[in-house]
């Protein structure tokens, strides 16, 4: 909702008229043009696909079954015996269960091979929340976190807008397939520098949002060493490590270090969440993991401002407890959105469009640098006008993600049915050879 | 490794006073009437158990509710997605209404003007984040909840200034008060952008006086800031006077729609009324269109989780519900104050009269030492460790008088509250008998005497005007 102000009304603090909540950016607007006309298969088959939205649902159908055949998951069981106890649950610690639930979960998305102590993970309402709070905690006002681009468009507004701490960018290409390197992150250190802000940390998402793919070991190992060097923090964002097309491929930083013999893990946090994985992003549950003693007491405290709702924390004890329910999700969820990103992929390489190989997340990163005018921000921003009002498309353009190479766009494939997505790669089709024909 | 942020190594959290470490020595001892009958009995928590069994009876008549079910068709995808931070629009109306019917219906209120956070720690930072910054300050009357100097300045860096209230007029707010603060905040530098009051008042259990809320409106009118109003306890106020609420006033003194309109803000939750303080639910109502808007994308930090927006709308929306639940409710808070009091009394204690809340204010002047916080909390320890009641004492409320201490009454069987009080008057008698000037002892217990047998009838006669309502 659009307000205009002439000047600050009076009164009120410099944080709620900034516009540091980044909701005046293209993101946001792609998201208005959805909204006022969406498309609906049988109601409105002309209307804009959503494909802004990386949430999953492909997997629903197996998180309903596990409903219908515990209800006392949902239902405090026959009498509510449970209810009042959990009604008045406010502890800041969160239920036990539930971080026994999520510890067990996080070490089954990475096959075992890392292990997680229920004692160190703090429970936040999103990992919207986590990520923000992590900020208040790693850094003062006006300190710097440096983030690798593309990065997700919400960091402007998690890690910035109340916490007053600024994003520097690492500057990735296509020339490696924006994978990050030791020069790239110097070189944001530098810059910071130059600007006098004090760098207090490096945050990375892995697997990566846009670029749907997984950090390789060898880069892990490059940001790790350098934030040991520099002595700074880690926030390792692994939101999507469930989301990945094969097990084997992606790479914690809890592996990592690991390895080590978790030397020097004080400085490394990581975020999870199940808004991805799980395809629950309304049930608001965000977790912060941390190597760091004083980070989870003061992460814990300061959790009382994001609590999960207790109710919900007792759903989800019941449902990731199940052994057999979590490893047939896992598997199973991966096995669709592999099926999914396939889809995609052939489809659009049929239409000539090719994407960064990706093997991870919700969504596929596209190249359309060719189409563009000139290899300008002005003509991805007119190419991506085209998309949305003519071929009536909902995608994020990569300047919202801050992506220094003009031409490439993030587009989700799991948030709409298989016909849906064979709808929107037919309009693609169309548009790729309209511009032929024109050429 | 890098240091952390100067907020992660202060001590603005605040869970170094006595308000966490009373909980701290609970959790080592805790009371239980089977396993540990000699156990701390916690009287430091402002919870509502005296009413699950009507929620409990509800959900087992509305399945559907739990069930993420809507009229038997499963809604549990929509609601797994719903992550829209203007809330599920059900919700925000049946809690509106709820607001309303809980203020007799006296006023209105638009779902649209509301925002939906996690639990009113929630919004009360929110709404700090929104209208101040680092070098302003809140005005709070003492005394006030301990867990203000967490949540009201700890990550956004604004200064509570204190308005002092003090016993000699039943701790309420005076003009001067409020004077005194706002120049002591300009003393020290700090901008002063609003007052916070809680009404119903916890620590002191009491509503405000219209007399109180037209001053306060005076006062923010005159000096143009703001005013927050954590109405929290509202739904708990069992005895007259009726609950005024800050909106009635502003409509009564045909205030709608003007400025000092835009410059109140509520905060509500259904921790206290409802007794559900595990599933977060809390809200800010401003009638400024720039702050709902700053505090529904900041919401963003701490939505309700839509699980629990779809059980409460249910809930909520069941008028026949709302009016069964908040008669009740009030009839048990009731009936539970006037037992904690009646217990004081045998144990020649007195407390401030109140008609509000989940606590009373009680006295405990005459039990000190001295007239210290040093004696205070002297008291408080033998309390804590020789009677074994966790009880809060004034110093963390920020009481500018020693003595007083708060005590809840609704977290607890009725057993256990008369095992408390057996255990006070016991405490009591042994001062009583230990003490060197015995006869100072019976001449103060005489004017609690007198002072009670005044509290009586006034009690009394209080009592029959609720049966009336």
Same mark, same amino acid.
């Given at each position: 909702?659009?307000?205009?102000?002439?000047?600050?009304?009076?009164?009120?603090?410099?944080?709620?008229?900034?516009?540091?909540?980044?909701?005046?950016?293209?993101?946001?607007?792609?998201?208005?043009?959805?909204?006022?006309?969406?498309?609906?298969?049988?109601?409105?088959?002309?209307?804009?696909?959503?494909?802004?939205?990386?949430?999953?649902?492909?997997?629903?159908?197996?998180?309903?079954?596990?409903?219908?055949?515990?209800?006392?998951?949902?239902?405090?069981?026959?009498?509510?015996?449970?209810?009042?106890?959990?009604?008045?649950?406010?502890?800041?610690?969160?239920?036990?269960?539930?971080?026994?639930?999520?510890?067990?979960?996080?070490?089954?998305?990475?096959?075992?091979?890392?292990?997680?102590?229920?004692?160190?993970?703090?429970?936040?309402?999103?990992?919207?929340?986590?990520?923000?709070?992590?900020?208040?905690?790693?850094?003062?006002?006006?300190?710097?976190?440096?983030?690798?681009?593309?990065?997700?468009?919400?960091?402007?507004?998690?890690l910035r807008w109340r916490t007053g701490v600024k994003?520097?960018?690492?500057?990735?290409?296509?020339?490696?397939?924006?994978?990050?390197?030791?020069?790239?992150?110097?070189?944001?250190?530098?810059?910071?520098?130059?600007?006098?802000?004090?760098?207090?940390?490096?945050?990375?998402?892995?697997?990566?949002?846009?670029?749907?793919?997984?950090?390789?070991?060898?880069?892990?190992?490059?940001?790790?060493?350098?934030?040991?060097?520099?002595?700074?923090?880690?926030?390792?964002?692994?939101?999507?490590?469930?989301?990945?097309?094969?097990?084997?491929?992606?790479?914690?930083?809890?592996?990592?270090?690991?390895?080590?013999?978790?030397?020097?893990?004080?400085?490394?946090?990581?975020?999870?969440?199940?808004?991805?994985?799980?395809?629950?992003?309304?049930?608001?549950?965000?977790?912060?993991?941390?190597?760091?003693?004083?980070?989870?007491?003061?992460?814990?405290?300061?959790?009382?401002?994001?609590?999960?709702?207790?109710?919900?924390?007792?759903?989800?004890?019941?449902?990731?407890?199940?052994?057999?329910?979590?490893?047939?999700?896992?598997?199973?969820?991966?096995?669709?959105?592999?099926?999914?990103?396939?889809?995609?992929?052939?489809?659009?390489?049929?239409?000539?469009?090719?994407?960064?190989?990706?093997?991870?997340?919700?969504?596929?990163?596209?190249?359309?640098?060719?189409?563009?005018?000139?290899?300008?921000?002005?003509?991805?921003?007119?190419?991506?006008?085209?998309?949305?009002?003519?071929?009536?498309?909902?995608?994020?353009?990569?300047?919202?993600?801050?992506?220094?190479?003009?031409?490439?766009?993030?587009?989700?494939?799991?948030?709409?049915?298989?016909?849906?997505?064979?709808?929107?790669?037919?309009?693609?089709?169309?548009?790729?050879?309209?511009?032929?024909?024109?050429? | 490794?890098?240091?952390?942020?100067?907020?992660? @190594?202060?001590?603005?959290?605040? &869970?170094?006073?006595?308000?966490?470490?009373?909980?701290?020595?609970?959790?080592?001892?805790?009371?239980?009437?089977?396993?540990?009958? %000699?156990?701390?009995?916690?009287?430091?928590?402002?919870?509502?158990?005296?009413?699950?069994?009507?929620?409990? *009876?509800?959900?087992?008549?509305?399945?559907?509710?739990?069930?993420?079910?809507?009229?038997?068709?499963?809604?549990?995808?929509?609601?797994?997605?719903? &992550?829209?931070?203007?809330?599920?629009?059900?919700?925000?109306?049946?809690?509106?209404?709820?607001?309303?019917?809980?203020?007799? +219906?006296?006023?209105?209120f638009d779902p649209n003007r509301i925002v939906l @956070?996690?639990?009113?720690?929630?919004?009360?930072?929110?709404?700090?984040?929104?209208?101040?910054?680092?070098?302003?300050?809140?005005?709070?009357?003492?005394?006030?909840?301990?867990?203000?100097?967490?949540?009201?300045?700890? %990550?956004?860096?604004?200064?509570?200034?204190?308005?002092?209230?003090?016993?000699?007029?039943?701790?309420?707010?005076?003009?001067?008060?409020?004077?005194?603060?706002?120049?002591?905040?300009?003393?020290?530098?700090?901008?002063?952008?609003?007052?916070?009051?809680?009404?119903?008042?916890?620590?002191?259990?009491?509503?405000?006086?219209?007399?109180?809320?037209?001053?306060?409106? +005076?006062?923010?009118?005159?000096?143009?800031?703001?005013?927050?109003?954590?109405?929290?306890?509202?739904?708990?106020?069992?005895?007259?006077?009726?609950?005024? *609420?800050?909106?009635?006033?502003?409509?009564?003194?045909?205030?709608?729609?003007?400025?000092?309109?835009?410059?109140?803000?509520?905060?509500?939750?259904?921790?206290?009324?409802?007794?559900?303080?595990?599933?977060?639910?809390?809200?800010?109502? *401003? +009638?400024?269109?720039?702050?709902?808007?700053?505090?529904?994308?900041?919401?963003?930090?701490?939505?309700?989780?839509?699980? @629990? &927006?779809?059980?409460?709308?249910?809930?909520?929306?069941?008028?026949?519900?709302?009016?069964?639940?908040?008669?009740?409710?009030?009839?048990?808070?009731?009936?539970? &104050?006037?037992?904690?009091?009646?217990?004081?009394?045998?144990?020649?204690?007195?407390?401030?009269?109140?008609?509000?809340?989940?606590?009373?204010?009680?006295?405990?002047?005459?039990?000190?030492?001295?007239?210290?916080?040093?004696?205070?909390?002297?008291?408080?320890?033998?309390?804590?460790?020789?009677?074994?009641? +966790?009880?809060?004492?004034? *110093?963390?409320?920020?009481?500018?008088?020693?003595?007083?201490?708060?005590?809840?009454?609704?977290?607890?069987?009725?057993?256990?509250?008369?095992?408390?009080?057996?255990r006070l008057k016991s405490f009591v008698g042994s001062?009583?008998?230990?003490?060197?000037?015995?006869?100072?002892?019976?001449?103060?217990?005489?004017?609690?005497?007198?002072?009670?047998?005044?509290?009586?009838?006034?009690?009394?006669?209080?009592?029959?005007?609720?049966?009336?309502?």
């Amino acid at each position: 909702m659009a307000i205009e102000i002439e000047k600050p009304s009076v009164g009120l603090s410099k944080v709620a008229v900034s516009e540091t909540h980044g909701e005046d950016s293209p993101y946001f607007a792609g998201w208005k043009a959805y909204d006022e006309n969406p498309y609906n298969e049988s109601s409105n088959p002309s209307g804009v696909i959503q494909m802004g939205l990386a949430e999953n649902q492909v997997s629903f159908d197996l998180l309903e079954k596990y409903l219908e055949e515990h209800s006392e998951a949902s239902s405090w069981g026959k009498g509510a015996p449970g209810f009042r106890e959990n009604a008045l649950f406010q502890d800041y610690h969160g239920l036990k269960s539930f971080r026994q639930a999520m510890a067990n979960f996080m070490e089954q998305i990475r096959g075992g091979r890392a292990r997680f102590d229920p004692d160190r993970i703090v429970l936040t309402a999103g990992a919207t929340a986590a990520n923000e709070l992590l900020t208040f905690i790693l850094a003062d006002p006006g300190d710097a976190l440096l983030v690798p681009t593309p990065y997700y468009p919400g960091f402007d507004r998690d890690l910035r807008w109340r916490t007053g701490v600024k994003i520097v960018p690492i500057h990735c290409d296509s020339s490696n397939n924006f994978q990050v390197t030791p020069e790239a992150m110097e070189a944001a250190y530098r810059c910071a520098e130059s600007m006098n802000l004090k760098v207090r940390g490096i945050l990375i998402t892995n697997p990566s949002n846009p670029l749907g793919a997984t950090i390789q070991r060898t880069v892990l190992e490059q940001i790790l060493d350098f934030a040991t060097n520099k002595n700074i923090h880690l926030v390792s964002d692994e939101i999507y490590s469930g989301s990945t097309f094969s097990s084997s491929e992606f790479i914690s930083i809890a592996e990592v270090l690991e390895t080590r013999g978790y030397k020097d893990s004080e400085r490394v946090h990581i975020v999870y969440s199940l808004s991805k994985d799980l395809g629950l992003p309304g049930f608001r549950v965000g977790t912060i993991y941390s190597y760091n003693d004083k980070v989870v007491t003061t992460a814990r405290r300061m959790s009382s401002f994001t609590l999960i709702s207790s109710q919900t924390q007792h759903l989800l004890a019941c449902m990731l407890s199940n052994k057999e329910f979590s490893e047939n999700y896992i598997k199973t969820n991966r096995e669709r959105l592999t099926r999914r990103y396939d889809m995609i992929i052939n489809g659009l390489k049929t239409a000539g469009i090719e994407c960064l190989k990706g093997n991870a997340g919700l969504f596929c990163w596209m190249n359309l640098s060719p189409l563009l005018e000139e290899p300008t921000r002005e003509s991805e921003l007119a190419l991506w006008k085209v998309i949305l009002n003519e071929v009536r498309l909902n995608i994020s353009p990569g300047s919202s993600c801050h992506c220094s190479e003009p031409g490439w766009f993030r587009v989700c494939f799991a948030n709409m049915s298989e016909q849906t997505l064979e709808v929107a790669l037919k309009r693609i089709h169309k548009l790729m050879e309209q511009r032929r024909r024109r050429n | 490794m890098g240091l952390l942020s100067r907020k992660a @190594t202060c001590n603005s959290h605040g &869970q170094d006073s006595s308000y966490f470490l009373g909980w701290q020595e609970y959790e080592k001892n805790p009371y239980d009437e089977v396993k540990n009958h %000699r156990g701390i009995i916690q009287m430091g928590l402002a919870e509502n158990q005296l009413s699950f069994d009507l929620l409990e *009876s509800w959900l087992a008549k509305n399945p559907d509710a739990a069930g993420f079910k809507r009229d038997g068709q499963s809604i549990f995808k929509e609601l797994a997605l719903f &992550q829209d931070y203007h809330g599920l629009p059900a919700f925000k109306k049946a809690l509106v209404d709820f607001m309303a019917e809980i203020r007799g +219906n006296k006023v209105t209120f638009d779902p649209n003007r509301i925002v939906l @956070t996690a639990g009113a720690t929630s919004a009360n930072e929110t709404l700090m984040f929104c209208l101040a910054e680092q070098g302003d300050a809140f005005l709070l009357p003492t005394p006030y909840y301990p867990g203000f100097d967490r949540d009201l300045k700890w %990550r956004t860096g604004v200064e509570i200034v204190p308005i002092e209230c003090s016993s000699s007029n039943r701790f309420q707010i005076t003009a001067s008060a409020l004077e005194e603060a706002y120049e002591q905040a300009q003393r020290k530098n700090l901008r002063v952008k609003g007052v916070l009051v809680t009404n119903p008042s916890n620590p002191l259990g009491t509503t405000m006086t219209r007399d109180e809320l037209d001053l306060l409106v +005076n006062f923010i009118t005159d000096k143009e800031i703001h005013l927050i109003s954590d109405e929290i306890y509202s739904g708990t106020v069992f005895s007259s006077p009726a609950y005024v *609420s800050i909106v009635e006033v502003l409509k009564d003194r045909n205030l709608e729609n003007t400025q000092v309109w835009e410059r109140v803000h509520i905060v509500y939750s259904l921790s206290k009324d409802l007794g559900l303080p595990g599933f977060r639910v809390g809200a800010i109502y *401003s +009638n400024d269109p720039i702050v709902v808007a700053a505090a529904t994308k900041m919401s963003s930090f701490g939505l309700v989780s839509s699980q @629990t &927006q779809y059980l409460l709308s249910a809930m909520l929306s069941d008028k026949k519900f709302t009016k069964e639940y908040i008669a009740k409710n009030q009839k048990r808070l009731r009936k539970r &104050q006037s037992k904690l009091v009646a217990g004081l009394e045998k144990a020649g204690i007195g407390c401030l009269e109140s008609n509000a809340g989940l606590f009373c204010w009680v006295d405990m002047r005459h039990l000190l030492s001295s007239d210290t916080f040093e004696a205070e909390m002297e008291l408080w320890k033998r309390i804590v460790y020789d009677v074994k009641l +966790n009880i809060s004492p004034g *110093s963390s409320c920020h009481c500018s008088e020693p003595g007083w201490f708060r005590v809840c009454f609704a977290n607890m069987s009725e057993d256990t509250l008369t095992l408390a009080m057996q255990r006070l008057k016991s405490f009591v008698g042994s001062i009583a008998s230990n003490d060197r000037s015995h006869q100072e002892m019976k001449n103060s217990r005489r004017k609690l005497r007198s002072k009670w047998v005044f509290r009586l009838s006034f009690q009394s006669f209080h009592d029959r005007e609720q049966d009336e309502r």
